[in-house]
């Protein structure tokens, strides 16, 4: 809201056409950065070595690489640190051995895990700040005017 109040502001100092452009020039840095976090998190998602023990009742999925292969195909990830990662069947006994007997986390239909992630929250608000004073109001200042 604050970065609008901006734009509406500078679009007769400045002038519509530097506000629309700069604007447009920070988004496509912001989309650009974001498709590279993007590819950053899904190059660098956990591998599946099953390094952790099978509890009693709980199938082990070898087939699938990574945490999103296995997310895709709705079974569960368990990450042991120091451990390793497993894909397993998605039941209640399986996240209850991963997080009480392994101490671990247990992730399920969710994301998997990335320390990546944080940067795609600043992108989306330098893409917003970047939207806000130029490509929000300078099409509705130019049709109110025509």
Known sequence: AMSAAVGMVLIDKIGRR???????????????????IFQLVQNTYPVVNNMI???EGVHAYSEFGTC???????????SVH???QSCWNSTDAAQDACENE????????????????PLLVIGMVVYLIGFSPGLNPVPWA???EI
Do not use: R
Request: aromatic share 10%.
């Open 102 to 117: 392994y101490h671990g986390q247990w992730y399920h239909c969710t994301d998997c895990p990335s320390k990546w992630s």
């Open 53 to 55: 023990p099978e509890p």
């Open 82 to 84: 120091g451990v390793g």
């Open 68 to 78: 999103d292969t296995c997310m895709a195909a709705s079974h569960g990830f368990c």
């Open 18 to 36: 530097k506000l629309l452009l700069s604007s447009a020039f920070v988004v496509t840095i912001a989309l650009a950065v974001l498709g590279g």
């Open 142 to 144: 130019v049709n109110a």
